[in-house]
């Protein structure tokens, strides 16, 4: 195993938002543990997931915040989206008014988070076709207008589960490799407490500063 | 530990909650003039075993060829579990294996029967014989102890009914769970039966139970062991070989155990599974196997080399399906050692291994069939004092105590350069730093372990000599050693993580998180909660002061966040 201070040297922190019951906590879990949750109970405030990935040969640990869908946890919000790297915003493919309400949850992830953002779009439920009340072409355009990468996927088979996470980091990645995300930049004017060493949201912790590195 | 406590007080013992911590169900099964045997009834009657396991139970409840098993006869067996194991208790399941020596944990993977078949003459019958037989089965491998309680609730069974089942099982559903180096005082049908499951912290050889012992209601029950035959009894027929039987069941050759009842091959087998303790032996073992056996197929097929696995088989059938096993025993009835006026020795004049083209002739003679080479010479000095003790006409229990110490001995001279060669791969003290990830043990290389063995082998602790290191390459291809090596690295490992929070806990974290940003903050509360759920799980041993010392470091650098963040952090801690 390789020997680095932790185990990975980047930390991106996402957020995963959208209406109540459209499978929010079921897709981390499904990240998470690779299993489905049949009966999964109301998320309250917030949960956290972690799971370490690879990304062109660098460890990143995914800091996964799984909100609370209801409307009375929608005031106390402000610091789930504060440094988060991507947000996955999910609407349920056999419910339209979860989909109808993704404009609401776009403006929240734009005013709160920094414009470089990743924001994925997720149709969950792609399991039950049969139901289906949004159609991918629908929501493909809505992402293409809004600039989000969009996936149908299903917590309860898996099905691209993997690929949003996976592809959310990438982009994050590219971002910071390209240079248009700086990691100085990021987080100025949200960090509570000024930090005096670059890389904040994205942290490289890889830095020889404690002795020994067995 | 006092979280422990307090958890269980919470938690309401349920009907058949004790029960099943020590026994899954008991099972008679009976000879259906029509259907052959057949599963009469499982009590408790809500217990669930599936078609194969029912099916397999059957079979194994009667004796192969039942001619010679007049009257009551006592035997083991083992079968592979299909259903899923289940538990309910984790703290007690933890408080059952924390101290347990591998060899007694419950086995997650098979069930062991404990049978007790009575076959007497009945006129009033239409075959005009009674055949029955209680079955317990259980995940426990605690083979006397079983073999005991059969033998007060099985009569007491076929005399009186249903029942002295039910008493017996509502007895049993007050015991104590099974925690190793207890007393533990069992009611049962009117008696007290005082047992002491062994730690692995004991000293092997040494009776807890021993008659200094004295408790008031001290009844003449109690077993001195609860899961060791006896040694002496069940390899006397092959005395002159033991050294090469320790080494085949030590690699994890196929073995078949070749008898004429289930009684003797079962307890055969038992005495081969048990000569590498402290090993545990990890490849199947069928005290008693028949050819209806849901696995016949699969452990005698010809199409591939035999598998490692050691068999007891009865059916004379089998002399013919297993002529291409490399390794035959023959043993005869128990106890019939002395039989003849020949006393067993070691050094008898048939000592010779037999041929294995022998075995075709339905030759009856005990002894094994093989043309495996030992690595290692026979221990002199051990069989002149075992011969001495022969001689001096002592008794079966202490040839077989002898016998046991030997193979201890021999068994501890085998594993001590490997524990100490993977005490060497172990990170030093200066390499752990509270603010890095725990360091990694250096993996097993098994051709530096096999150097270590020229300067520091078993010769430093054992007389017995001979190519210890073809013996070591043999092991560690078995699944002996994959299990010890298994065990032994997630030991460490934990080891290790748990020195990693001892430093943890010392380190300054405010003084840390002075110029790190909210989400690596975050990462670190994270991090040290799961460390802690670990600790809480049993996963991890740590002491209270470490435990209660993170605690409080994850309150204060909690306190370093902005006030919206503490809350949502001290909201998901209380789930």
Known sequence: ?214 | MELAAANEDERPVLPWDQFSQWLHCVCVVTFDLELGQAMEFMYPTHIELSDVEKANICYLAFPDSNSGCMGDTQYWFRIRRNSLYRTNNKDTDYQCTKDCPVTLLKDETHYYGYVYFRQVRDKTLKRGYFQKSVVLLSSLPYFNFFKEISDIIAPEYFDNGVPCLEAACHDIDKWPSPIPGQILNLPLMGMVLHVRIPTKQDKPGTNVLDNTDKSPDRTPFSLSSIHEVDLYQNLSDVLPHIHLLWELVLIGEPIVVMAPSPTACSSTVLALVSCINPLRYCSDYRPYFTIHDSEFKEYTTKTQAPPSVILGVTNPFFTKTFQHWPHIVRVREVGLGNYGGSKPTLTPSDSKLKKSSAIKTLDPKSGIYTKYKQFLKKDKNFIKAFTKSLVENKTSKTHSALLRRHFLELTQSFIIPLERYLASLMPLQKCISPLKAPPTLKPFRPNDFIQTVENNGPQLTSGTRGDWIGLYRRFMRSANFEHWLERRKVEMEMKLVSLHMTALSETDLMAWCQDKSEVEVVDMILRIRQKISLVKSHKIDVSNITVDQLSEQVTNITKTLPLDLQEILLCTSRK
């Open chain 1, 1 to 214: 195993m390789a020997a680095g201070p932790y185990n990975y040297s980047y930390i991106f922190k996402y957020i995963i938002i959208g209406d109540m019951g459209v499978g929010k906590s079921c897709l981390l879990h499904q990240f998470t543990e690779k299993k489905f949750m049949a009966d999964c109970p109301h998320t309250i405030g917030v949960e956290f997931g972690t799971r370490i990935i690879e990304v062109s040969g660098q460890k990143i640990k995914l800091q996964i915040w799984d909100t609370a869908g209801q409307e009375r946890f929608r005031a106390v919000t402000r610091s789930y989206y504060r440094g988060a790297a991507g947000a996955l915003m999910v609407y349920d493919i056999t419910r339209r008014s979860t989909y109808n309400h993704l404009s609401s949850w776009l403006t929240d992830a734009r005013n709160l988070t920094n414009p470089n953002t990743v924001i994925f779009l997720i149709g969950n439920k792609g399991d039950l076709d049969g139901q289906r009340d949004v159609t991918y072409e629908e929501a493909k355009q809505f992402a293409d207008e809004n600039g989000l990468l969009f996936l149908e996927a299903s917590a309860k088979t898996g099905d691209n589960v993997e690929d949003v996470f996976l592809e959310t980091a990438k982009k994050i990645y590219q971002n910071i490799q390209d240079g248009s995300l700086d990691l100085n930049a990021a987080e100025s004017g949200v960090q509570h407490k000024p930090a005096n060493r670059p890389g904040q949201t994205l942290q490289n912790d890889q830095q020889p500063k404690e002795g020994c590195s067995c």
